[in-house]
Nanobody, 122 residues
Framework: QVQLVESGGELVQAGGSLRLSCAAS????????MGWFRQAPGKEREFVAG????????DYADSVKGRFTISRDNAKNTVYLRMNSLKPEDTAVYYC???????????????WGQGTQVTVSS
């Protein structure tokens, strides 16, 4: 069982930056692939970024490539999402999630946090 708690979401102006954090409970954090998803009002939850167990490889949605960076610190049981050059269309609730295998679809992830709101004003 893994419990995930996100933090760091807030209101920011377009062009600004934020860093989201996701703290995980338990001693098995390093055995999970971690991902960030987001969901805007009226839209489906979408994959944003994923990172391997060791942190050596990562994957991004095309819409955030070059602007967002996912990282993890297994010693701290935490995964991060650094978001630069934010756009109004990045506005959404951001969720972190844990999966046993490399995955980009929501149903492939086993554990979810409660989400943190990111709002980008124009």
């Amino acid at each position: 069982q893994v419990q995930l708690v996100e933090s760091g979401g807030e209101l920011v102006q377009a062009g600004g930056s934020l860093r989201l954090s996701c703290a995980a409970s338990g001693r098995t954090f390093s055995t999970y692939v971690m991902g960030w998803f987001r969901q805007a009002p009226g839209k489906e939850r979408e994959f944003v970024a994923g990172i391997s167990r060791s942190g050596g490889t990562s994957d991004y949605a095309d819409s955030v490539k070059g602007r967002f960076t996912i990282s993890r610190d297994n010693a701290k049981n935490t995964v991060y999402l650094r978001m630069n050059s934010l756009k109004p269309e990045d506005t959404a609730v951001y969720y972190c999630a844990a999966a046993r295998f490399e995955a980009t679809l929501p149903y492939e992830y086993d554990y979810w946090g409660q989400g943190t709101q990111v709002t980008v004003s124009s």
